[in-house]
């Protein structure tokens, strides 16, 4: 048996001897299962609760098992208990946003650390979070958001990391090194074309993600109404000290994992493709999960099942730079990037488990 710790006991940065407890509320879900089967392995946890969305019992006959993980993880789908989650040391919250909006605070109140799926706590602003996210009232103490390689610090401190959605993780990562530099012209406009596969609608089926609809077919869709375009938003205006006109655009793709974002943005005056392959290189030269692959460009293959950002980027004589920027939905833009907190939170090495 493992040393039990008392919930909140984890120190950031030091890490400790006992394998953490950790507990998954949601766990059906796509997030939920990549979430089991990564910490089924992870070397520095115990996993002591995987949990369905709701408290009433999956089955009425038997507990729920799920297939996919059979021998990885061999443990049962129990109903939500915020008793038992309390008892854990980290909770990943893997629910609808209402439900986390909830259970969130409350649990970082009572001293648990919390990684949520959710976007409850991605915005700061409150009259933002008012228009897309309006279950969230209050943000607890010590909130970080979670795009790791830009907020490690945040990150290894926080009550509650509020990991990023999968489209923001994307962008950000091609976007927020220049941004920083100073690289796009003032005030200049962003274009983001992004591509996603079908799981990032989650599991849910609606008449959109239905087979017969999305094979065969390329749809844009939430055009100046989807949610993560102000958290782009914000991530862009906290980078570049300001903000600069976005236009976001996703697109529903008929891939089973994927995300793909094209971004298109206008340099200051002498910048070149070697101007940003230096600010990317070192704005990530510490990054083991980010991949330069420069004008040869990135594919959705290249990433898929892994929990790696690779992003590639050309540059024409007048100044417009083409980014793009691809990773798995399901991990580096959900589950992986969520164990990857989780190990900044403990003070290990961040590739562990996801290598």
Request: proline share 7%.
């Amino acid at each position: 048996m493992h040393t039990l710790l008392q919930p909140g006991s984890l120190t950031p940065k030091t890490g400790t001897a006992a394998p953490a407890r950790v507990a998954v509320a949601g766990a059906t879900g796509y997030t939920g299962q990549e979430l089991l089967r990564l910490l089924s392995r992870h070397p520095s946890v115990t996993l002591t609760a995987a949990m369905s969305s709701g408290a009433t019992a999956p089955s009425s006959t038997a507990p729920r098992r799920l297939p996919a993980l059979a021998r990885v993880w061999t443990g049962e789908i129990t109903p939500l208990s915020p008793e038992t989650l309390r008892a854990a040391d980290v909770v990943f919250l893997a629910l609808p946003d209402a439900a986390a909006a909830d259970l969130g605070p409350a649990l970082a109140d009572a001293g648990v650390r919390v990684v949520d799926l959710s976007g409850a706590f991605r915005l700061k602003d409150p009259a933002e979070r008012a228009r897309w996210y309006p279950e969230t009232h209050r943000l607890p103490e010590g909130v970080a958001y979670g795009l790791t390689e830009l907020e490690r610090g945040a990150i290894g401190e926080a009550r509650l990391v509020a990991n990023p959605g999968c489209f923001p993780t994307a962008t950000l990562l091609a976007l927020a090194p220049l941004c920083g530099a100073g690289l796009l012209a003032p005030a200049s406009d962003i274009v983001v074309d992004a591509k996603s596969g079908v799981s990032g609608a989650g599991k849910t089926p609606s008449e959109r993600t239905h087979f017969s609809e999305c094979h065969g077919s390329v749809a844009a869709y939430g055009v100046f109404s989807h949610r993560h375009g102000a958290e782009i938003e914000q991530g862009v205006t906290r980078a570049a000290h300001g903000p600069h006109p976005l236009t976001f655009v996703p697109h529903l793709v008929p891939l089973d994992r994927g995300i793909l974002s094209t971004i298109y943005v206008r340099l200051t005056a002498g910048a070149t493709e070697d101007t940003l392959a230096q600010v990317y290189q070192q704005a990530y030269a510490a990054a083991p999960f980010v991949r330069l692959v420069g004008s040869s460009l990135p594919e959705i293959k290249h990433v898929a099942h892994t929990n790696f950002c690779d992003i590639g980027w050309r540059v024409d004589s007048s100044g417009r730079a083409v980014l793009v920027s691809v990773i798995d939905n399901l991990l580096k833009g959900a589950s992986g990037q969520a164990v990857q907190n989780l190990n900044v939170m403990l003070g290990i090495d961040e590739r562990t488990g996801l290598w």
